[in-house]
């Protein structure tokens, strides 16, 4: 590993003296460099410098850089607050269950395209189909669908004689409704990076297990898992970090009702920002969260790591 | 071997089509339909004739800025 880095860079070092780079390359480099670091300063390192700002100031609706007092005392109260503790929870679950779910849906899909002789492509087309449905629009089918009065979920439940549950005002249900239709809209995510992943390995492995006498189980856990890994853990982490963001789906099924059951994060951060204009408290959730992603982040690079090394 | 897996992968991938694509079509169903029959019970799965109208997709034309950016 070590040896390859040493190398390779030496390399690079030997194609740049030739050209003649060196000279004026501090100029170059700004040159080059420079519209694209104001670009994502602008757009990405301002906003949350602004953000931490916020949430150790004021909690008024002025956001101001310099200036003013600085106070602990909006993580004072959030970390005192039952609502947050409940959220972030909630969040955390909301986040495992539609990455998990998704993951497992998408996985399905993609092996049972595989194991057909022909028409995987029309499958997989009509299956990606709600990865191009805005989410607001989805939650918003959904709601209908899942109408406790009017709903055709319940009356193809009422005819098959199953219970018919209040499916959004139910608060223990709630979530999970919410989560299934998170899923529906993610899954296609998971299927095209699986269908891509599964394309990736080599036939060779499976002619070879089957002449060892592996079985399908087999072949699926010590061929096919490993195998998709590199894809499928990316995969998985663009999802949560996408998933622990999500506020359309639920701000349009429930709205964080019924009585906070399906209140996610996202939606504290909008409801404290912009209905009670707590913009320091909402900041300091804000903040909280982006820790939690980044850890996410970290994990998963030191995971990836060692299982490289 | 192969022959046995591709009969429940074919149930799977029915299941899995049905429930990525009705959703969609009820939407759609519903953009077609009178005010009247979406709220009649029971829902029936295909759009009768007499419910059919495009009374909605002109309203959107008319009452909302869809084909206008900036909306006014």
């Known amino acids: ?309 | 071997m192969k022959r046995f897996r591709r009969l429940p992968a074919l149930l799977v991938l029915l299941v899995l089509t049905f429930s990525s694509l009705f959703p969609i079509y009820w939407m759609a169903k519903t953009s077609f339909a009178t005010q009247s029959s979406i709220f009649r019970r029971p829902p029936t799965l295909l759009l009768r004739p007499v419910d059919f109208t495009l009374s909605n997709y002109q309203k959107v034309l008319e009452q909302s800025p869809v084909a206008l950016w900036p909306p006014a």
Not at chain 1, 158 to 171: E, K, V
Not at chain 1, 186 to 194: D, S
Request: contains cysteine; aromatic residues 10%; hydrophobic residues 55%.
């Open chain 1, 1 to 309: 590993m070590s040896q390859t880095k040493t190398n390779s860079l030496a390399t690079i070092e030997a194609s740049r003296r030739p050209l003649g780079l060196r000279l004026g390359s501090t100029v170059q480099v700004a040159v080059l460099l420079g519209p694209a670091v104001i670009l994502v300063g602008a757009i990405f390192v301002y906003p949350i410098i602004l953000a931490v700002r916020m949430s150790v100031g004021e909690s008024g609706i002025s956001a101001q850089l310099w200036g003013g007092s600085v106070s602990l005392s909006n993580f004072e109260r959030l970390l005192g607050s039952n609502q947050f503790w409940n959220s972030l929870l909630r969040t955390l679950a909301y986040t495992a269950l539609v990455t998990g779910f998704s993951f497992a849906v998408g996985l399905l899909g993609a092996v049972s395209i595989q194991a057909l002789k022909w028409g995987g492509g029309a499958f997989r087309t009509a299956m990606a189909l709600p990865w191009v449905i805005p989410p607001a629009i989805a939650a918003m089918v959904w709601r209908w669908i899942a109408d406790a009065q009017f709903g055709v979920l319940n009356e193809a439940l009422f005819i098959a004689g199953l219970p018919t549950p209040n499916w959004l005002l139910d608060s223990q249900l709630a979530l999970l409704t919410v989560v299934v239709v998170a899923v529906w809209s993610e899954a296609p995510f998971f299927l095209i990076m699986c269908s891509a992943g599964l394309q990736m390995i080599s036939k060779s492995l499976y002619e070879a297990a089957m002449l060892d006498g592996a079985t399908g189980l087999q072949q699926f856990r010590y061929i096919t898992l490993p195998g998709l890994r590199p894809i499928a853990s990316v995969a998985i982490v663009l999802s949560a970090l996408m998933s622990i963001r999500h506020y359309d789906i639920p701000a349009v099924l429930t709205g964080g009702g019924p009585n906070g059951a399906t209140e996610t994060l996202a939606l504290l951060i909008y409801r404290n920002a912009f209905q009670y204009f707590r913009v320091g408290y909402a900041s300091a959730i804000g903040v909280v969260s982006l820790i939690i992603s980044v850890a996410i982040v970290l994990l998963f690079l030191r995971q990836s790591n060692s299982s490289r090394a």
